[in-house]
């Protein structure tokens, strides 16, 4: 398996334009929160709810994610646990509207996307995941890595 530096770099070579390094601090975060509340909205089985109000599948898929990160980085896996206790806390916040969290969620899903692609044009590269789905999962990491190099914190 590539080292999370390999993985970073390799996810950068198609970032390099600062239009589009703008749209993805703003579209990533968007993409994490709204497929997070997509799959929170998922009916769950009865178990699920009789254990907790929130194990469900955003939130089984929220820990799967931090189990990868584990793997990947610790250092990068920390700072993404507070990326996931704030998404969490705002879905769980989303999803007490009176406009379903489902259709919330799709519509900035789509929204984002759309700026997502709109930076790649303007790049004048394919997204990184057209190569290797893993690279959906880069995103985020690639994100806090920045900050921790701003900071002076090893990944």
């Known amino acids: 398996m590539p080292t999370v530096d390999a993985w970073l770099n390799e996810y950068g070579e198609s970032h390099q334009n600062p239009t589009n390094k703008f749209l993805h601090w703003i579209c990533v975060p968007l993409i994490v929160l709204s497929l997070i509340g997509m799959l929170w909205s998922i009916p769950v089985p009865v178990a699920f709810e009789r254990t907790s109000p929130l194990l469900n599948w955003g ?3 929220l820990l799967a994610s931090l189990i990868y990160y584990f793997i990947m980085s610790l250092s990068l896996a920390i700072g993404m646990i507070f990326f996931t206790v704030g998404t969490v806390l705002l879905i769980n ?8 969290l489902w259709a919330i969620s799709l519509s900035v899903f789509v929204a ?5 692609f709109i930076g790649h044009i303007i790049e004048g590269k394919r997204p990184s995941f057209f190569k290797d789905m893993q690279f959906l999962m880069i995103g985020p990491i690639w994100l806090l890595s920045a900050v921790y190099k ?5 990944i």
């Open 59 to 61: 939130m089984i898929f």
């Open 93 to 100: 916040w989303l999803d007490g509207l009176s406009t379903p």
């Open 112 to 116: 984002a996307w759309i700026g997502q």
């Open 150 to 154: 701003k900071l002076g914190i090893p």
